[in-house]
T-cell receptor, first 111, second 112 residues
């Protein structure tokens, strides 16, 4: 019942920006967009989230289109340690709703 | 000083046994969760507790029983283990709506 669509896999050259797209065409006005990643054999790691405005933190930037039907996670200077599965999730802002993970995008950063 | 810690990290047991996995968070978060990641790597929510009260209980066999003695702990007890229970189980916590989750490093359960 995932509400998002992501490419199955992507490659990126080390040191270049990694741009991971996510489509969420049925998103409603009170749903946030969250991004997580899971490095092999580790627990998922929260990266960033946003509602309407673009967001930036020490890990990444999140660009949300004006109609909010898609977003892009940007890792500005990818390193080999950024190789992971990246999950885009939409989640309502009211109580008692959990994060529902889809298949995600497997990002491989190559030297 | 691990934020969300799970024990044990690995658990190998025979079919039919009963086992428990423990989770503790030192972040002061109100909500805790259990997720299951199967061999196909899909992460599925199992349970959610808010301040020791069960909030979400997905379609999980009643052999799985979560217990929250206080809001910093959420344990998972599994009765009559089956081969299909083999998976990695992740605990997570969150301060509430509008925040991301912090996950533990997982417990790999193997039923033989």
């Amino acid at each position: 019942d995932a509400k998002t669509t992501q490419p199955t896999s992507m490659d990126c050259a080390e040191g270049r920006a990694a741009n991971l797209p996510c489509n969420h065409s049925t998103i409603s006005g009170n749903e946030y967009v969250y991004w997580y990643r899971q490095i092999h054999s580790q627990g998922p790691q929260y990266i960033i989230h946003g509602l309407k405005n673009n967001e930036t933190n020490e890990m990444a930037s999140l660009i949300i289109t004006e109609d909010r039907k898609s977003s892009t996670l940007i890792l500005p200077h990818a390193t080999l340690r950024d190789t992971a599965v990246y999950y885009c999730i939409v989640r309502p802002s009211w109580e008692n709703n959990d994060m529902r993970f889809g298949a995600g995008t497997r990002l491989t950063v190559k030297p | 000083d691990t934020a969300v810690s799970q024990t044990p990290k690995y658990l190998v047991t025979q079919m039919g046994n009963d086992k428990s996995i423990k989770c503790e968070q030192n972040l002061g978060h109100d909500t805790m969760y259990w997720y299951k990641q199967d061999s196909k790597k899909f992460l599925k929510i199992m349970f959610s507790y808010n301040n020791k009260e069960l909030i979400i209980n997905e379609t999980v066999p009643n052999r799985f029983s979560p217990k929250s003695p206080d809001k910093a702990h959420l344990n998972l007890h599994i009765n009559s283990l089956e081969l299909g229970d083999s998976a990695v189980y992740f605990c997570a916590s969150s301060p509430g709506v509008g925040y991301g989750y912090t996950f533990g490093s997982g417990t790999r359960l193997t039923v033989v």
